[in-house]
């Protein structure tokens, strides 16, 4: 059987030129069934080889816009060539790659017949083709029609890939797009709308782009899948409107040419170009993204971030835990004294208000970060950090997703995980997802704030800075060791958008900001809210009897207790939450941890915010603010076996232990089953543990 082969290429590429070079007399000229758009077809013979050639008309694009676009598009579905040749204007690459792209979309399988190489040559254009090749995944001939030179190296090309499958490329089109994009091609799959004939994800496109005749033929095979795609297109483009003053199809395009953009870049073209919009943005681009400057201006960038967030966040977190202190006062007041009370204050006022104390914080981190991410900044980071984090099997996408967990200090992995979701590649998503939980989110820094306090008070800077690059080499490293054992295979050559640069809107940012901060508040309103009471009741419960209470509270406690303690701590070492931390002590004294830590510990797995409060408690002070922690440090240097080496240990084991029940929620949710939910408590504790052993063991070992 012959395949049918299909020119396509924008108009005065050369298509025709090729056509006549490939076919010679064996042509014929009719029309498309319909139209009046010619059509040409021969018989293309080389060597033993006969393909059935069919000359597409030229086009730009595959939108629905004019004849010849819908006539290439309908071919190239109903007719399914075995390859699609996509002549390519090697003198105006980016312009070209636009159809280019959008075939790879479709799914086709496509290859690159680089025409016109005389003309570039002459331009001083050089094209890198093998690093062309591999960036797009596509086979590239270079070729110069006219003179038929580069034929027999596409009939060879043309003949090796004829009639394979490639898989679709998938683009990120940004956060907001992107999301709705992934829910209307769920539900496209599941009611199997116009999936006899086109991908899903190229449907949900063309409703987004507004296709008219997609949306036709939609509307006449299931009109309540096609009303639905309407409003969901219709709620992004107000959305878009109000956060980035764009309309859904200029972002499409942005992010189309962006893709491209970011191919180029990478050395394939050397030599500029100069597409009008691109212009200023290519300026800004040379120094930002410059080999030098580039990581100098990305570390003060960094480095503003944080001193925005830290700087003007101080203030509303005071309002926020005043509120909160006020509010326990009141319920002081009110509530008569026993279990409800403190239920009430230290259930559930302590519990959530410890969470929703950190939303200023987490706001105007989001806040910056949006920024960072509406001007395209975001996406320039990710470029350079590509090339890192390839080495330990991440994507330069990666960053984003770590940042938004505390990669630089104080963040929070739910919306973290949450982020991974702009990584296209499934194993470098996972790998990512499971490894942004042992950055140093906005609950941690307490915990660390308090030892760093108690135990290396001249050293506070450099320690913090120490916990970070810790942090951050054991995300590498275990990405990488996941990626080589549980995670394998190789790299997916995945290309980042490089969008033009954008000035953000005010109100863009604000939504932007609220989106995020929200998915914060609703963890502390929910699951926090129940586990706070669960922890409660487990460091309530059972209650010392009254007897032995009088014995405590009147400074005979050596009758009940071995250790002499106030009446708090004992209590505590009595109730369930107590039994399991002095259980535990068997296993990690090793690590210098005693019962009183692995409560707070324990604790710290429903909610890192806890385990400040919870030593407190277990160190018999009552009353322990997260914030002003220095009665605790203080009480802390004095209690036994403490000192530097535990308080390390501790902060080893705080950085990589289970990530907090709502954070392996969304692992599960995220990573879709919840084997990896399993996982990440189970393999990240187990590396806590043996961390914090090591160290704890080797120190002490050194110091004695
Ligand atoms: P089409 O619109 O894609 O069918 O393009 P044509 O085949 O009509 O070519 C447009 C113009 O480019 C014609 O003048 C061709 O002679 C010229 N052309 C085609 N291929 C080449 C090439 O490789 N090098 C040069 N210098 N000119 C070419
Ligand atoms: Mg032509």
């Keep these: ?66 004849l010849e676009e819908v006539v290439a598009r309908d071919f190239i579905v109903n007719e399914k060539p075995a390859m699609i040749v996509n002549i390519v204007d090697a003198s105006n690459l980016e312009r070209n790659l636009y159809l280019t792209l959008q075939f790879m979309e479709m799914g086709a399988n496509v290859c690159i017949a680089l025409n ?73 799959r599941s009611d199997h709308f116009l999936t006899d004939r086109y ?119 005071e309002w926020c835990e005043g509120f909160f202190g006020w509010l326990g006062g009141r319920a002081d007041l009110l509530l008569p004294g026993g279990l409800l009370k403190s239920l009430v204050i230290s259930g559930i006022i302590d519990g959530v208000g410890g969470v929703l104390g950190f939303v200023p914080l987490i706001l105007f981190m989001f806040l910056g970060i949006s920024f960072l991410e509406d001007s395209g900044y975001l996406a320039r980071m990710a470029f350079m950090l590509d090339r890192v984090f390839r080495i330990f099997g991440l994507h330069g996408a990666s960053v984003m997703a770590f940042i938004v967990s505390g990669g630089i200090a104080g963040g929070c992995a739910v919306p973290g995980v949450m982020a991974t979701r702009t990584l296209k590649s499934p194993k470098e998503r996972l790998a990512t997802l499971l490894t942004v939980p042992f950055m140093n989110c906005g609950a941690k820094l307490p915990v660390y704030a308090l030892l760093v306090a ?32 549980v995670i394998q295979g190789p790299a997916t050559p995945f290309v980042m958008e490089l969008p033009p640069y954008r000035l953000p809107t005010f109100k863009g940012l604000l939504i932007h900001t609220w989106e995020r901060t929200w998915q914060y508040i609703r963890k502390a309103g929910t699951v926090i809210l129940g586990i706070s009471i669960i922890l409660w009741a487990m460091m309530t419960f059972p209650q010392l009897d009254a007897d032995t209470l009088a014995q405590l509270n009147s400074g005979d406690g050596s009758a009940v207790v071995s250790e002499p303690m106030a009446p708090g701590a004992a209590a505590l070492k009595h109730s369930i939450a ?27 797995f429903a909610a890192k915010e806890v385990v400040v409060s919870t030593l407190g408690t277990a160190y018999s002070l009552g009353e322990v603010d997260p914030e002003d922690s220095t009665s605790l440090a203080r009480r802390l240097r004095t209690a036994d076996g403490w000192g530097p080496v535990t308080a390390f240990s501790l902060i080893l084991f705080t950085i ?14 995220e990573s879709g089953s919840w084997k990896w939910g399993v996982f990440s408590m189970v393999f990240n504790t187990l590396l806590a543990l043996s961390l914090s052993i090591v160290f704890y063991q080797t120190a002490t070992w050194i110091m004695s």
Aim: proline letters at 4%; charged letters at 20%.
């Design 1 to 66: 059987m012959q395949m049918t082969i299909a020119l396509a290429g924008n108009p005065n590429s050369g298509k025709t030129t090729l056509f006549n070079a490939l076919t010679g007399a064996r042509q014929h000229v009719g029309n498309y069934p319909g139209v009046t758009v010619e059509k040409k077809e021969g018989r293309w013979v080389s060597g033993t080889r006969e393909f059935h050639v069919v000359d597409l008309p030229g086009t730009y694009s595959l939108s629905a816009y004019s």
């Design 116 to 188: 016109m190489m005389d003309v570039a040559k002459k331009r001083g254009i050089f094209i890198d083709i093998d690093k062309l090749a591999s960036l797009t995944g596509l086979p590239v001939v270079p070729m110069v029609a006219r003179t038929g030179k580069g034929t027999d190296h596409l009939a060879r090309t043309v003949a090796t890939h004829a009639g394979s499958r490639p898989e679709p490329l998938k683009i990120s089109y940004g956060r907001d797009i992107d999301v709705v994009l992934d829910d209307m091609e769920t539900r496209i």
């Design 199 to 317: 991908l899903p994800r190229w449907v949900a496109l063309k409703y987004l782009e507004n296709d008219a005749r997609i949306m036709e033929a939609g509307k006449s095979h299931r009109p309540e899948t096609h009303d639905w795609l309407v409003s969901a297109a219709k709620k992004l483009t107000r959305h878009l409107a109000a956060t980035l003053d764009t309309h859904t199809e200029g972002m499409i395009a942005d992010q189309r040419y962006g893709f491209i953009a970011a191919i180029l870049k990478q050395g394939v073209i050397a030599h500029t170009w100069d597409q009008n919009r691109l212009v200023w943005s290519d300026k800004i681009d040379k120094i930002v993204t410059h080999r030098f400057l580039g990581p100098v201006i990305m570390i003060s960038v960094l480095m503003a971030l944080y001193q925005f967030t830290f700087t003007y966040s101080e203030i509303p977190v």
């Design 454 to 485: 108690a135990f290396f008070t001249d050293h506070r800077a450099q320690v913090m800075l120490i916990i970070t690059l810790i942090s951050w080499a054991g995300a590498l490293l275990v990405a990488k060791l996941l990626r080589s054992t």
């Design 578 to 604: 107590g039994r399991m931390g002095t259980a535990l002590e068997s296993v990690t004294r090793y690590a210098g941890f005693d019962w009183q830590t692995n409560i707070a510990l324990v604790g710290g």
């Design 656 to 669: 990589f232990y289970s990530p907090c029940f709502v954070a392996v929620v969304c692992i599960v949710r």
